[in-house]
């Protein structure tokens, strides 16, 4: 995978956008230069069934235009039905070498790891690349870890300099000029981009840490 495509990683689902449309929202993250985009559509109101899988459709097809992968979070099958550009799975969604086998060799695979222990094993099941967090702490996931810190960063930057990692978890452009200098290949974020007032300046403020 190219590490380029990860630098600003923006992730999305109905439950992160005020009252935005949504697609809205992500429409307006390409254009401004989001570099890959991940659908996460969970939570208590989540869409469920034919707008679940429209939803997913519409996003994929405007990320499509915008030349910027798609990843789906955890759906296996939507990931495949959608011939979605990417899968990405947490610790508890499964085990990453049989869901690699299930994909096959071409989909891209990230795994989320909140240890250097879980980054390796991610490796060795063929992860493409790893996130890490949360870094700091976050309002987006309500079953978040504890925060890692810039820490875990530097320990799988050393660990592993050559393979794709993103940090995730609480980043804003003020916050992330430590996390990029840690050596990571991304920023991956949900509310400082969809929760943004001014999404314009907000992204070109993350494009300039790259
Ligand atoms: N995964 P925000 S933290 C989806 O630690 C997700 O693996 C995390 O949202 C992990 O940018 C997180 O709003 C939430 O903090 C990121």
Redesign the pocket.
Known sequence: MISDKLNIYF?MGTA?VGDEDPLVVLEEALRCGITCF?F?EKGKKSLQGKAYAAFAKNCQELCRRYHVPFIV?DDVDLAVALQADGLHI??KDGDAATIRKKIGDKMILGV???SLQQLTTAIKAGADYV???????????AD??QP?GIRLLHQAATAYPDFPKVA?????PANSSAVVAAGVSGI????????SQNRQQTIQQFRNLF
Do not use: C, M
């Open positions: 992730i992160d991940q996460r979070n947490g610790q989320s790891t909140h996130g890490i967090g949360p870094v700091y702490a976050t309002q987006s996931k978040a870890e890692v995730i978890g609480g980043l804003t991956a974020v949900i509310s400082a981009i969809s929760r």
